[in-house]
Every structure is written in C-alpha cells, then in structure tokens.
C-alpha cells in the first residue's frame, strides 16, 4: 500500500502540492476564496482575513480515500487589532514516507470600509524517505475590494517571484498561480462567489459556489469547478463562538475527499 500510495503521489504531486488546504467551507464553495472572507481565507486571498471581527482559530482534516494512509492537516488562526490582521497557517499532507509540509504567516490592514491588502511569507518542507529533505520560502499577496454590500472584489497572487526548492535532487517547483474572484451577496443568506484561476503551466480553472444560510446556525454549500472537474458540497454550524463545517469533493479520478473543520472564535 505505500508503494502505490506513493506512486499516485508521484504522479499527482504537482497538483496536490498547489492546492492550499482552504477549510470546508470554501472548499465546499467550490474553492472559492479569492473574494470571500473567511478565518481559512488565509490560504486562499488573506485579504479575506480583514473580515474577522474577533480573534478566531481553526482546525482542519481531509481524508483522501485513494489511500488509508494519506490525510491532511490543517491549523489556521487570525488576531484582529483595530484596522491590523495578523494570521499563522499551518498544513502537512502525506504519510510516514513523504511529506509535504506549509508554515504560513500573514498580515493583511484594512483601508476604510471598501479596500484591504495582505502578504504572506511561506515556508514549505518535503521529505521523502531515503531521497531527502527540501525547503523553500514563497510570498503571496492579495487584495479585497468590496464595491457595495452585495458585490465584493478579489485578487490573490501565489508566489509571483517563481521560488523554487533547494535541494535539486528533489525536482519539485512552488507553483505560481493568479486568481481573480466576484462575491456577490444576493440576500443576508445568500453568497455566490466564482473565481478565475491559473497556475503556471496548468489549464484556466474556473470555479462557482454558494453559501445558503438557511437559518443563523445552519449553512448549506455547493459548488464546482471546471479544469479538473470537481464537485463539491457541506454544510456548517455555527453556535455560539463554536464553529464546525464540513465538505466533500470528489473527483473523477481519485473518488471523495471529505473533511471536517473545529473552530472557535474567542
């Protein structure tokens, strides 16, 4: 089972590694997050971030069913102060022989009601058993424009500068990729939101999503994407100052990858 687990790997890692982990709720959006915000908004546009009113944290994990031993792991956690976001993301994908690890820390500032900037500094990580350990740092940076309460606009940036790894014996890149994304809020419970994305050297992906708030604790969530194509649901639960939200994808090739995600905010 490893052998193969770590051939589907092999195959597949480029891809795997150029997904961030961006939390149930905008992946049941259909990984929909450059103009979304959200505590997990960390990993998709972390201007979103400046949408967090009180200090928040939250934990994530994804079981990728073409493997028993294959998971992911993600921690995200963001502090307001005034008009200044501070967030610290963590993710790790893999199992006992390969790993691919992500250490992130982000600050985004608010200008006034309509406009908000973030950066964020990447530290990546792969080992593999018996072939070595890799690192690399990455830099991303987004903006949030929102142009009335119903229309918002995104644009995130993921490692413009094209770093790459610094152990050549592991031919791996850090994937760039530009990402425009329209939320429009149609209702009080109503959020559709749709992005335009491209990573260097990979198809357009186009995506579309909504978040449908049936009542203040329960949301519904769907979406989809086009380059590859993935369907995508959950729901979410929101009592009090705790949070869980859960979502599933599934992909043609690799079958359903559910995951589930604690939060609290404080």
Same mark, same amino acid.
């Given at each position: 089972?490893?052998?193969?687990?770590?051939?589907?790997?092999?195959?597949?890692?480029?891809?795997?590694?150029?997904?961030?982990?961006?939390?149930?709720?905008?992946?049941?959006?259909?990984?929909?997050?450059?103009?979304?915000?959200?505590?997990?908004?960390?990993?998709?546009?972390?201007?979103?971030?400046?949408?967090?009113?009180?200090?928040?944290?939250?934990?994530?994990?994804?079981?990728?069913?073409?493997?028993?031993?294959?998971?992911?792991?993600?921690?995200?956690?963001?502090?307001?102060?005034?008009?200044?976001?501070?967030?610290?993301?963590?993710?790790?994908?893999?199992?006992?022989?390969?790993?691919?690890?992500?250490?992130?820390?982000?600050?985004?500032?608010?200008?006034?009601?309509?406009?908000?900037?973030?950066?964020?500094?990447?530290?990546?990580?792969?080992?593999?058993?018996?072939?070595?350990?890799?690192?690399?740092?990455?830099?991303?940076?987004?903006?949030?424009?929102?142009?009335?309460?119903?229309?918002?606009?995104?644009?995130?940036?993921?490692?413009?500068?094209?770093?790459?790894?610094?152990?050549?014996?592991?031919?791996?890149?850090? /994937?760039?990729?530009?990402? !425009? =994304? *329209?939320? +429009? #809020?149609?209702? &009080?419970?109503?959020?559709?939101?749709?992005?335009? $994305?491209?990573?260097?050297?990979? /198809?357009?992906?186009?995506? !579309? =999503? *909504?978040? +449908? #708030?049936?009542? &203040?604790?329960?949301?519904?969530?769907?979406?989809? $994407?086009?380059?590859?194509?993935?369907?995508?649901?959950?729901?979410?639960?929101?009592?009090?100052?705790?949070?869980?939200?859960?979502?599933?994808?599934?992909?043609?090739?690799?079958?359903?990858?559910?995951?589930?995600?604690?939060?609290?905010?404080?």
């Amino acid at each position: 089972m490893k052998i193969l687990s770590f051939l589907l790997i092999l195959l597949s890692t480029s891809t795997l590694f150029a997904q961030n982990n961006l939390g149930p709720r905008l992946t049941a959006m259909g990984n929909n997050g450059s103009a979304v915000s959200d505590v997990w908004s960390l990993q998709a546009n972390p201007a979103g971030i400046t949408g967090i009113i009180q200090p928040t944290v939250s934990l994530n994990y994804i079981k990728h069913l073409f493997s028993d031993e294959i998971s992911t792991q993600a921690l995200v956690a963001v502090i307001p102060f005034k008009n200044n976001f501070v967030g610290l993301s963590f993710q790790r994908y893999g199992f006992s022989a390969y790993s691919e690890n992500k250490v992130g820390f982000a600050y985004a500032k608010k200008f006034g009601d309509k406009l908000s900037t973030s950066i964020n500094v990447n530290y990546h990580q792969i080992k593999i058993t018996n072939y070595g350990t890799t690192t690399g740092f990455s830099i991303d940076a987004g903006v949030l424009y929102h142009f009335d309460k119903q229309f918002t606009f995104g644009a995130f940036v993921s490692n413009p500068s094209k770093q790459k790894f610094s152990n050549n014996e592991v031919a791996m890149q850090i /994937p760039t990729s530009f990402n !425009l =994304g *329209i939320g +429009y #809020s149609a209702s &009080d419970k109503v959020l559709i939101a749709t992005t335009v $994305s491209k990573t260097l050297n990979k /198809p357009i992906d186009v995506s !579309l =999503g *909504i978040d +449908y #708030s049936i009542i &203040d604790l329960l949301s519904l969530r769907g979406g989809l $994407s086009a380059k590859p194509f993935k369907q995508y649901a959950g729901f979410g639960l929101n009592y009090r100052k705790f949070l869980l939200d859960m979502a599933t994808t599934y992909d043609a090739n690799l079958g359903y990858a559910p995951q589930i995600a604690v939060g609290y905010a404080f």
